[in-house]
């Protein structure tokens, strides 16, 4: 297990710097530099800018001085934002991103498994067909539609929500729906057929044949086994809200990382883009490694069959 | 036991119950696709939506780019107010009249000269076939309105009128305009033709790498799988959509080749580890050791024994691409990362549409419906693949 667990680690590490070097050389490789307008800047100006920047030192300079600056979570100034620093942005955006993400979260897991557990076990009854023709609803509308649905509807009409911000209870509500939108809707139907296939196998209808209460054979024996799939889609959930948060936060004006990322996107502020995928990549490398090593602590089959490839 | 129990079965029936024609793995996946209701309704759906990408925008009378600066933000059904006999106005959100015939046709905008705009007294007074038509809507303005349920009235030749006389479809343009005047029409049509080029050919730069490297990654085993692999599970380890987001950064906005670059090059992993798979099970089988024995060599049995073998699947994960493709594009365009003006994908469409939201909520609608139809149609198309060509389903 530790073995496991060391292996995981090390390699997620790997996977972090590989991803900031190629995002770096990336980044560089974009003709003309951060500071180029449609209207030349003075030479002078210009020579000022890339001292300051120390982009006037050789690539592999550069490279090594912005690895170093990650090992301190030192991801350098914006350049479109002066006078901040990239991982300033990241620090002020990340609780309201953080708030979004984990009611997401929440709200996946607590309403996406029972009712994809409901439908399977009320296969063909009308319960089923609502939530299978919801579940459908939700993977097939994009989240920035179902957003601005929510806007237009219970921020416009009614007026029952905030358009935006996040001051008040109440304006959580849309910017959550959407964001979890679709991975509840996938969770549900995960859960519903890999639930279906299951209730078919052999040893649920021995544990039937045995005399267990139906209640026992559904929590006992189904239900775990039924959860297996929908764990491993834990990866691209968070990955989903992830970016799932790209359009939420701009849609609704939450000040959170996602909002500043697509600022810096459209803005081309090669810095920001630079430092935030990083840490996007490397919040989702930690994630995953998390989830997998509490995914093998629970099930003995992944740490000697799959994980341990 | 009683012997009357049991009866002889008829033997012809029999006979005649085993005998089938024999079929193709593709004839009796067709056969199974088409008991499939869900699937047929998809296969339907997507042959109607590429159609429609394809003739839609050749058949109406507008381009994608003509603008109309007359008419702008209309939407798809109009109030009309009778003001005369046979005259019947409609008044858009943006304080305009039209002059609209009884069945919905678009006559003409009513001028408006910049002297007849009494702003602080909220009165216009435009101009129909040189008799003046008055907009008072200062009610308002009124402290509570002095009782009137009404917001404005128009008056022409002496008739006021301030109720709604019968609400029509827009004849000219049936899905509106946009901000710019461009007929929402021919641009969501035209929407489709650039989302759907997008997903296919993304999806078809999927399936030339994907095949390729896992076939190649599969057959070849031991180490360089390994390192072949591992290289996946990298590319795997962070979120797709950011790669593509770099990689558009990178590529800078270059039209609708930037987006296909950026998606083909991202996507390809998932096909890649599928093949692998597939490879792996296949190659150990006899006929690859036969093919062997007789000295086929490498690249003729995975173009000729094992690709096909694992076509299958293959194709199942394509037609799942291509929903997701469209899925993504739209997410980047809603970002500001898609095809430039003015050209427009569904999602540049819902993006435009987003700033007049509350006033014109239809410029929203028909691009959402689109994108919704369009994953309907190929999810449920990949469903019923996916049980059609899956052997283990394979009976009789």
Do not use: C
């Not at chain 1, 296969?123 to 929510?150: E, H, R």
């Not at chain 1, 990866?235 to 500043?260: C, K």
């Not at chain 1, 003995?300 to 490839?309: A, E, M, Q, V």
């Not at chain 2, 939407?75 to 009309?80: S, T, V």
Request: glycine share 8%.
């Amino acid at each position: 297990m530790k073995n496991y667990f060391i292996k995981r680690l090390i390699y997620a590490v790997f996977t972090i710097l590989l991803i900031a070097t190629i995002t770096f050389f990336l980044m560089h490789s974009i003709p003309g530099g951060p500071f180029t307008r449609e209207r030349p800047v003075p030479d002078e100006i210009m020579k000022t800018l890339n001292e300051k920047y120390h982009l006037d030192d050789p690539l592999i300079v550069q490279y090594f001085d912005y690895m170093k600056g990650l090992l301190t979570f030192d991801l350098g100034p914006s350049y479109s934002k002066i006078g901040t620093d990239v991982e300033e942005l990241i620090i002020a955006g990340f609780p309201a991103s953080a708030k979004i993400g984990v009611l997401a979260t929440i709200m996946i897991i607590i309403i996406g498994i029972p009712i994809g557990m409901i439908s399977a076990l009320k296969q063909n009854k009308p319960v089923d067909y609502m939530v299978m023709f919801f579940a459908t609803l939700g993977v097939t509308v994009p989240s920035f539609v179902v957003a601005t649905l929510i806007i237009y509807f219970f921020a416009g009409k009614l007026g029952w929500l905030p358009t935006f911000g996040l001051n008040s209870p109440l304006s959580y509500i849309g910017p959550v729906i959407a964001l979890s939108g679709y991975s509840l809707s996938f969770v549900a139907r995960l859960t519903r057929s890999s639930m279906l296939e299951i209730l078919r196998q052999d040893y649920i209808r021995t544990a039937r044949a045995n005399g267990l209460k139906e209640r026992s054979v559904i929590a006992k024996h189904a239900m775990k086994n039924a959860l297996i799939p929908v764990v491993t889609y834990i990866g691209p959930m968070i990955a989903a809200i992830l970016t799932g948060s790209f359009v939420i936060e701009r849609i609704f004006a939450i000040p959170g990382i996602g909002r500043y990322f697509v600022e810096s996107v459209t803005n081309r502020d090669y810095t920001t883009i630079l430092g935030m995928t990083v840490f996007y990549a490397a919040f989702y490398v930690i994630m995953v490694l998390l989830v997998d090593v509490a995914y093998a602590l629970i099930d003995p089959r992944i740490r000697f069959g799959k994980g341990s490839k | 036991m009683d012997k009357n129990k049991f009866v002889f079965v008829d033997k012809q029936e029999i006979e005649e119950e085993a005998y089938r024609k024999s079929l193709t793995y593709w004839q009796d996946a067709w056969r199974r696709l088409k008991k499939h209701k869900l699937a047929m309704i998809g296969l339907v759906g997507v042959i109607a939506i590429v159609l429609i990408g394809i003739f839609g925008p050749m058949l109406t009378q507008f381009s994608y780019s003509d603008q109309v600066n007359d008419y702008k933000n209309l939407p798809p059904r109009l109030d009309l107010y009778q003001v005369d006999d046979d005259t019947f106005i409609y008044l858009s959100g943006d304080y305009f009249l039209f002059s609209v015939t009884e069945k919905g046709v678009l006559v003409k905008r009513l001028e408006l000269p910049q002297e007849n705009k009494d702003i602080i007294n909220k009165v216009y007074t435009y101009i129909l076939d040189g008799e003046p038509v008055i907009l008072d809507f200062s009610y308002n303005l009124l402290p509570g309105k002095k009782g009137y349920d009404y917001d404005f009235t128009l008056e022409y030749k002496g008739n006021v009128t301030h109720d709604v006389y019968k609400t029509v479809l827009n004849k000219i343009y049936p899905f509106g305009t946009d901000s710019l005047g461009r007929d929402m029409l021919t641009r969501t049509m035209y929407g489709a033709r650039i989302s759907l080029i997008v997903a296919f050919v993304a999806t078809l730069v999927n399936f030339i790498i994907g095949v390729t490297y896992g076939a190649l990654a599969g057959y070849e085993g031991g180490r360089k799988d390994n390192i072949m692999m591992r290289i996946v599970d990298i590319i795997n380890s962070i979120p797709l959509v950011l790669y593509v987001i770099l990689l558009m950064v990178m590529l800078g906005n270059q039209g609708l080749w930037t987006i296909i670059i950026a998606l083909g090059s991202v996507y390809w992993v998932g096909m890649a580890r599928l093949v692998r798979g597939q490879m792996l099970a296949l190659k150990e089988q006899e006929f690859v050791l036969a093919a062997r024995t007789l000295g086929v060599s490498k690249k003729k049995i995975i173009m000729r024994h094992l690709i096909p073998n694992a076509m299958g699947p293959i194709i199942v994960s394509m037609t799942m691409m291509i929903p997701s493709a469209v899925f993504t594009e739209s997410f980047l365009s809603f970002i500001g990362l898609g095809v430039s003006a003015p050209m427009a994908s569904w999602g540049t469409l819902a993006n435009n549409a987003l700033s007049g939201l509350i006033t014109y909520p239809y410029q929203l609608f028909y691009p959402a419906l689109a994108i919704a139809i369009t994953m309907l149609a190929f999810n449920f198309l990949g469903d019923g693949l996916r049980d059609a060509l899956d052997p283990r389903l394979r009976k009789g």
